[in-house]
């Protein structure tokens, strides 16, 4: 046996031994893959920090809303700039199809101001630039 079809079959050996389905591994990943409120709640928040830190670069404090930022998250999403200093920010998004369900961000620090929670599980971001979302079943 050829050494490329020795590492193809264990390739599918180790596939299979792991609960990939057959012929999962020649699979192109996007091609299964599709967006959900949070996945699209959490790419917008993503883009607002990217968008905040650009903003930044040439103004005293952070953005305090979208238009400033120039960003359209879409009709199915709100995006809400909870409050801006010179140190930090913080942001909640919403989609249309997860009532009372929500995503947060925050960069830096607010004085006096908890960082932001989520609405439907009252989750507190943790991590500094990484949105964190609600269960969106």
């Not at 079959?9 to 792991?18: M, R």
């Not at 389905?21 to 790419?43: D, E, M, V, Y």
């Amino acid at each position: 046996m050829s050494r490329a079809r020795h590492l193809t079959a264990h390739a599918l050996v180790l596939g299979l031994s792991l609960g990939a389905p057959i012929g999962a591994w020649g699979q192109n990943a996007s091609a299964s893959w599709q967006s959900t409120p949070a996945s699209i709640l959490k790419a917008a928040l993503r883009n607002v920090v990217a968008a905040q830190d650009k903003y930044r670069t040439s103004h005293p404090i952070y953005a305090g809303s979208l238009d400033a930022l120039a960003l359209n998250p879409g009709a199915d999403v709100k995006i809400q700039i909870l409050g801006v200093t010179s140190n930090g920010w913080r942001a909640k998004a919403t989609h249309r199809a997860r009532p009372g369900r929500s995503c947060v961000v925050f960069v830096g620090l607010l004085a006096g101001a908890e960082l932001p929670r989520t609405d439907g599980d009252g989750e507190m971001a943790g991590e500094e630039r990484v949105p964190l979302c609600d269960r969106m079943e």
